[in-house]
């Protein structure tokens, strides 16, 4: 299901391209839409997700679904209610959210610049895009109940129906509209309100949809509210050093915001088929195993994890910067993106520098988990504060010198530390260990990576795909991905890696 949604998302960046290309309309639309993803990001697959299942899965464990019942309607009343009175802000409010996230944009309104209009426009779009936050948070919310009674595969596919949202809306609507990005903002709203519509009878049938109370002193919300704010300089660290990525590149020349953002949804794609994948499911096991007081269970589990992601983000890193350029041209290469200027060179390199902390970016998925399934969220949160200094400090010192490509470099590399850090503090606390079958291997995925790598770089080469038409290109694409899938397997098992070594956790 994640998969199907990954695809659909890469479609909907396809048409977002074809239609806006990569000029002032797309760094509008995309920042728009970054905030809301952005929070998506924070809500459904960082802090709330964190603080509420291990919460949760304790609930269940101890009060049966009964308790459950309880909780959820306590959760619901108090979390919508709040929402529901950030987002009126957030809406009334637009014209700051917009100063805040793009000063660029505003220093240029605010002076009477020439690229004052982008703030002006990115204020508008706000107040359809930003009501996305009480969507899905509350989408976040059912999706996690779901999943503690093991039903993976609704929340997983919830997010096919935005990407629909904004496909259908942007082809219907965008001739409707002066400034035809609003028809895509319109999409963010329609699909964060079909999202949640969607989930209510699969709550049903696990008799979860309950009526809403609000109880900000129960014991349970209350846990969920301290575990919460220190979880949002954890796991979403990552996220929120993108979003800051995009505030710097507000003052960058016109289409570094764009550049970002379609370098940044490539990496998306393996990060989320596989980090953000392997972290939904993780999760509820490692609560339920540290409810049951089960250690030596639980360090299994961490370290089947973390060889998952090893087993497919080493070579989804290496695959990513050897097969960036045509990938980019076939998914984007037309209509206004080529119209605009030729941006898939700037884009290539955008990849390549964030591909360098796809790894980092997974394994961040699994080792935060660890720590907040045992309800311990300060560690994680302190570092990701660390993290986030750091990333700054990296801005500092690379953007100047490379400009978008320096704030891309700086997310990879503080990515790495977060990730380092996290290990480090497991470690230290006796909660998880990488075991040396995991260390031998991560070293036979390197080397098939590197050589999957050579290999593919060479076929390129060879033929020569940048003088070919659109479908050949395709075509070419198609036979590199399947090459480079056989190849990498081929060399794993001549160096006697097998499935079982990641289909079993012990």
Not at 158 to 183: M, Q, R, W
Request: proline share 3%.
């Amino acid at each position: 299901m994640t998969f199907l949604s990954r695809i659909l998302g890469l479609v909907r960046d396809a048409v977002t391209a074809h239609l806006l290309g990569a000029g002032a309309a797309a760094d509008i639309f995309l920042f728009a839409n970054k905030i809301p993803n952005f929070l998506r990001r924070l809500f459904a697959e960082g802090a709330f997700a964190q603080a509420f299942v291990p919460v949760l899965t304790e609930v269940k464990e101890k009060d049966g679904d009964n308790g459950v019942r309880l909780f959820v309607a306590q959760a619901t009343g108090t979390l919508g209610t709040v929402l529901l009175i950030v987002t009126i802000l957030g809406v009334l409010g637009s014209g700051v959210v917009a100063a805040i996230f793009a000063p660029g944009w505003y220093n240029e309104y605010a002076t009477g610049g020439a690229e004052g209009f982008k703030y002006e426009l990115f204020s508008q779009m706000l107040k359809l895009t930003f009501p996305y936050l009480f969507f899905v948070s509350l989408v976040a919310l059912s999706g996690a109940v779901l999943n503690v009674y093991n039903q993976f595969s609704v929340a997983a596919f919830t997010p096919v129906l935005l990407n629909v949202s904004i496909i259908i809306c942007a082809y219907y609507f965008h001739d409707k509209f002066e400034f035809g990005a609003f028809a895509m903002a319109l999409g963010v709203f329609v699909g964060g309100l079909v999202q949640l519509l969607f989930q209510f009878p699969f709550l049903r049938k696990n008799k979860v949809l309950v009526k809403p109370k609000f109880a900000w002193r129960d014991k349970n919300v209350k846990k969920v509210r301290t575990l919460m704010l220190p979880a949002m300089f954890g796991v979403s660290v990552s996220q929120i050093n993108l979003l800051l990525d995009t505030v710097i590149a507000s003052f960058l020349v016109t289409g570094s915001v764009a550049w970002l953002y379609y370098s940044d949804r490539l990496i998306e794609f393996p990060l989320g088929l596989f980090g953000i994948g392997i972290a939904t499911v993780i999760l509820p096991t490692l609560s339920k195993l540290h409810v049951n007081d089960d250690p030596q269970q639980f360090q299994a589990t961490v370290d089947w994890g973390v060889r998952f992601v090893i087993w497919l983000g080493i070579p989804a890193c290496f695959g990513l910067i050897a097969l960036a350029p045509i990938i980019i041209n076939v998914l984007f290469g037309h209509g206004e993106f080529m119209a605009s200027g030729n941006h898939v060179d700037k884009v290539a390199m955008g990849v390549t520098a964030y591909a360098t902390g796809l790894l980092s970016f997974m394994l961040i998925k699994v080792l935060a988990p660890a720590f907040y399934a045992k309800q311990n969220t300060k560690t994680p949160a302190k570092i990701g504060v660390a993290a986030m200094v750091l990333n700054m400090v990296f801005n500092l010192i690379l953007a100047p010198v490379f400009g978008y490509l320096g704030l891309a470099l700086a997310t990879s590399l503080s990515a790495t530390c977060n990730a380092i850090l996290l290990y480090y503090f497991l470690q230290k606390q006796q909660v998880y260990h990488v075991s040396k079958n995991t260390l031998w291997f991560f070293i036979k995925c390197l080397i098939s990576s590197v050589l999957m790598f050579v290999a593919v770089y060479q076929l390129q080469n060879y033929f020569v795909w940048q003088q070919q038409g659109f479908m050949h290109q395709v075509i070419l694409l198609s036979g590199f991905i399947v090459s480079a899938v056989v190849i990498y397997f081929a060399l794993l098992l001549l160096m006697g890696v097998r499935f079982r070594q990641i289909k079993n956790i012990n």
